[in-house]
């Protein structure tokens, strides 16, 4: 069984109280997988989560006639998946153990079950799981803003290219 002290290392679940971290941590198991194990098939339905303890997840989408390509990398401290929580809970990208992982996971139906009993609880694991969504959206940006950087500016700050762009005119 998760401890709550192992559930404090987590930065995601600064937020819950120590009670809250009791109930979550009653619900977490100790899991390892091998690198190259696949712990999420996109569209399938999504009925756990992990906080990653040691390791990397990759995920990743399929494409027409390229097969999976890795789309985001979660590491040490992060959460993998969030789809449990939005229907039609089904996952919306793959994942797969690009190393080998040891996490906590959790189970969907005893999360919610927690989270509809004690409504304090949910709101608090809800705002967890938006926090984690944001940092991954945040990490989107910056990949997508890597990749469409146009080669030929000189200028690596990004306000430089910005301001620049003004006066260009």
């Not at 997988?33 to 995920?59: D, K, T």
């Not at 705002?127 to 944001?134: D, G, K, P, Q, R």
């Amino acid at each position: 069984m998760t401890t709550v002290d192992e559930l404090s290392e987590f930065a995601h679940l600064g937020s819950l109280s120590r009670a809250e971290l009791t109930a979550l941590a009653a619900t977490g198991r100790d899991v390892s997988y091998p690198a190259g194990h696949r712990l999420i098939v996109e569209g399938q339905p999504a009925q756990q989560c992990w906080l990653i303890r040691r390791g990397r997840i990759l995920l990743d989408s399929p494409v027409p006639g390229r097969g999976d390509i890795v789309v985001q990398t979660l590491d040490s401290g992060d959460l993998l998946g969030w789809s449990w929580l939005v229907p039609p809970y089904r996952w919306h990208f793959g994942a797969v153990a690009g190393e080998p992982v040891h996490a906590i996971e959790f189970d969907a139906t005893a999360l919610t079950e927690l989270a509809q009993g004690d409504p304090k609880f949910g709101y608090a694991l809800t705002l967890m799981l938006f926090e984690a969504l944001l940092d991954r959206l945040q990490a989107t940006r910056a990949r997508l803003l890597d990749l469409y950087q146009n080669p030929a500016e000189s200028c690596d700050d990004y306000a430089c290219r910005i301001g620049a762009g003004r006066g260009a005119r």
